[in-house]
């Protein structure tokens, strides 16, 4: 087995896990669609499943998870409201999915998704995008760990305060060293910082103050003591 052939199967074994649940997800959020949590799950798990299938250059299942994430994407921002419609073709895209998934497994090559379909879904987003983003709406996207820890049952580590957006490539690669027990690179060591500059004053700069003088000796005068008795003599 070939090094590809070992990639697509971990693909496989992880992105199973994710399209099954997300027909029992998906009919969930139909009866609360104001579940935030369970619409991020949702969201994060198409997200998952293309950066795998763009990391193996599965078109077909880049495409149709990229239209069914936009569709999400804009239901968590607050520009779209959950309809009957919008449920029927999500489901729709996961069970094309699954369909996808078991060709892969049977080493045939993953069939596109119906025109029709993907056409609805991108509909749905390019409403979104022209609709006002509901501010109140937004949430941080956690990065790929933090979703691994919570779907095999660990405490998600702390946010970090600034976040950059790594690629659904960048993703993949990042479970396939989880799975594959790759220590993650040690992060580099901060630079010294240097020492601030002294301080300078608005004033004109001080002249600097010549030493002290020591006090000269005081002056010896010089006398000469005669004695009178001597000079009389």
């Known amino acids: 087995m070939s090094a590809d ?3 697509l199967a971990d693909f496989l074994i992880e992105s199973e896990e994710l399209i099954g649940s997300l027909g029992q997800q998906i009919l969930d959020l139909e009866q609360t669609p104001d579940d935030a949590n369970l ?9 998952t499943v293309k950066g795998g299938a763009g990391f193996l250059e599965l078109t077909p299942v880049v495409a149709l998870c990229h239209e069914a994430e936009d569709l999400c994407n804009g239901l968590r921002n607050g520009k779209l409201t959950l309809s009957p419609e919008m449920v029927d073709a999500l489901s729709a895209a ?3 999915l699954q369909q996808q998934h078991a060709d892969l497994s049977a080493g045939s090559p993953a069939q596109p ?5 993907l056409e609805q ?9 022209a609709a006002p983003m509901d501010v109140n709406a937004l949430e941080t996207e956690d990065d790929f760990e933090a979703l691994l820890d919570q779907m095999h049952g660990a405490a998600p580590a702390p946010a970090a305060a600034a976040s950059t957006a790594t690629s659904d490539e960048d993703d993949f690669e990042a479970l396939l060293d989880q799975m594959h027990g790759v220590a993650p690179a040690a992060p580099a060591a901060a630079p010294v910082a240097a020492p601030p500059p002294a301080a300078q004053t608005d004033g004109p700069a001080a002249t ?5 003088k020591a006090p000269d000796k005081p002056a010896v005068e010089a006398s ?10």
């Not at 619409?39 to 997200?47: D, G, P, Q, T, Y």
């Not at 998704?113 to 379909?117: D, Q, R, T, V, Y």
């Not at 000469?224 to 003599?233: H, K, P, Q, S």
């Open 113 to 117: 998704a119906e025109p029709a379909l």
């Open 94 to 96: 996961v069970d094309h």
């Open 39 to 47: 619409l991020n799950a949702v969201f994060r798990s198409f997200h």
């Open 5 to 7: 052939d070992d990639i």
């Open 121 to 129: 879904l991108r509909g749905f987003a390019q409403a979104a995008s």
């Open 224 to 233: 000469i003591r005669v004695e009178t008795g001597r000079l009389d003599a």
């Open 208 to 212: 600097p103050t010549a030493p002290a």
